[in-house]
């Protein structure tokens, strides 16, 4: 563990924890540390999928570690090549992310938490935005949030700075699953295990293809499509064929990531 971020390889699987008493606050160290956590997954074939969660039951994460900030840390500080917490705008991660949310995210935490793929909340977890609060414009959820929930509800979650419980982020579809306190971290670990097993190329493709047809109109998107060196890796990937042939033959597929 460095600047307490603590990693663990399970097998395909990356398990990222947040581990800084007492509420797990990301000062800049934690923060670049994490952006070559990232960094490295990224580039280790040997890692499909990774998690990140918080130590403890009360916090996944606060943001940014105010005792930092008024040691001297400034707001717009060097933060890592992906910007807060390694997830804000992370350069070509195509691997998927699963949050385990082990309590309060909030500040740059819910900003992490929205850099991810797949979002599990513990039941007693929530969300909030209270840089209004503070005068601290929210950049990276001011642009994120109202791309995934309904534009209104995005707005006064971002001007008011209200919580937002496990259930209404469920609700709101910015939650995949909602389980009960302390059992994020095995849904999580669940899910990741199911997509370790599936086939290498294709999870790359859809986060490319997402990423680069994000605001993209339909059309233009299946232009984009064709284009796209990880889409196209599929299209003639030896697991193509490989996983029509295990289907003919009801088997299950042997994926070489060829």
Request: hydrophobic letters at 45%; aromatic letters at 6%.
């Amino acid at each position: 563990m460095q600047d307490g971020i603590l990693t663990e390889r399970n097998g395909a699987v990356l398990e990222v924890t947040i581990d800084r008493p007492k509420a797990n606050a990301i000062d800049l160290a934690a923060s670049r540390r994490l952006n070559d956590v990232f960094t490295q997954f990224r580039d280790d074939a040997g890692l499909r999928v990774a998690i990140i969660t918080g130590a403890g039951d009360r916090f996944f994460s606060p943001g940014w570690d105010l005792k930092a900030a008024a040691g001297g840390e400034e707001s717009d500080s060097d933060w890592g090549a992906g910007g807060f917490g390694g997830l804000n705008y992370p350069r070509n991660l195509n691997k998927p992310v699963i949050a385990a949310v082990n309590g309060i995210a909030c500040g740059g935490g819910f900003e992490i938490v929205l850099g991810t793929d797949i979002i599990v909340m513990e039941e007693h977890a929530r969300f909030a935005l209270p840089e209004i609060n503070v005068a601290v414009l929210a950049d990276a959820g001011t642009i994120k949030l109202r791309r995934r929930i309904p534009y209104h509800v995005a707005v006064e979650f971002l001007m008011t700075g209200r919580w937002m419980e496990a259930a209404e982020a469920k609700h709101w579809g910015l939650a995949n699953h909602v389980v009960p306190k302390g059992q994020g971290l095995a849904k999580a670990r669940e899910i990741a295990r199911q997509l370790a097993e599936g086939p290498p190329l294709l999870f790359p493709a859809i986060k490319q293809l997402l990423r680069h047809t994000e605001m993209v109109p339909e059309h233009e998107a299946f232009e984009l499509h064709d284009s796209l060196h990880l889409v196209q890796q599929v299209v003639r990937s030896d697991d193509l064929k490989e996983g029509t042939r295990a289907f003919t033959e009801k088997r299950k597929p042997r994926w070489t990531g060829r």
